[in-house]
């Protein structure tokens, strides 16, 4: 049975195979027994055989019928559709391109700017490190104060006068007068 099976399978294959192939030899075929008229003998004896295989002989022959009726675009589009439709392809991919190119620029530009604020750095940190240390104007004209190495003021007790004593003496003596 099962060999029997394969058998009508393979037929099966053949036959639709080569009923496309009659299809297209008889373009206004509109029923099965015109498009039969150019098969050979044999596919004519399995078509009789077989249900199937008419059925997508009958298949066919709709769908050919049904895109026969629909509207060619091939003649809508005139003979200039091909160049217009290049153009317009070309137009496209230059645009692209041209969107490309504008952003090429931008990381040569990052690598030379990197490398102009590198030595704009080093030249600055430079120039600060071997920069003499100069005391602003106003820390100049005032009188300057020694200073030990923790920086407190040096108090030397032979040129402090006892200023700062006579001035409170002065004020105890204005409040008893």
């Known amino acids: 049975m099962r060999n029997f099976l394969s058998?009508?399978?393979?037929?099966?294959?053949?036959?639709?195979?080569?009923?496309?192939?009659?299809?297209?030899?008889t373009p206004g075929a509109k029923e099965l027994s015109?498009?039969?008229?150019?098969?050979?003998?044999?596919?004519?004896?399995?078509?009789?055989?077989?249900?199937?295989?008419?059925?997508?002989?009958?298949?066919?022959?709709?769908a050919r019928a049904l895109l026969a009726e629909l509207p060619s675009h091939a003649a809508m589009a005139g003979p200039w559709f091909a160049p217009r439709v290049m153009v317009a392809i070309a137009a496209r991919k230059a645009e692209i391109s041209r969107a490309a190119d504008t952003w090429t620029f931008l990381p040569r530009l990052?690598?030379?700017?990197?490398?102009?604020?590198?030595?704009?750095?080093?030249?600055?940190?430079?120039?600060?490190?071997q920069r003499p240390a100069t005391m602003p104007a106003a820390a100049t004209s005032a009188k300057?104060?020694?200073?030990?190495?923790?920086?407190?003021?040096?108090?030397?007790?032979?040129?402090?006068?006892?200023?700062?004593?006579?001035?409170?003496?002065?004020?105890?003596?204005?409040?008893?007068?």
């Open 7 to 25: 058998k009508r399978s393979a037929e099966c294959r053949d036959f639709r195979s080569q009923l496309e192939d009659a299809a297209s030899a």
């Open 110 to 129: 990052a690598a030379r700017l990197t490398w102009a604020s590198s030595i704009a750095l080093l030249l600055a940190s430079a120039w600060l490190y």
């Open 34 to 62: 015109e498009l039969l008229t150019a098969a050979p003998a044999a596919l004519k004896e399995h078509a009789a055989a077989c249900s199937a295989c008419r059925a997508a002989a009958e298949n066919i022959l709709e």
């Open 144 to 177: 300057a104060v020694a200073t030990d190495i923790t920086g407190d003021p040096v108090v030397d007790p032979a040129t402090q006068s006892g200023g700062d004593d006579e001035f409170l003496l002065s004020l105890a003596e204005k409040q008893h007068r």
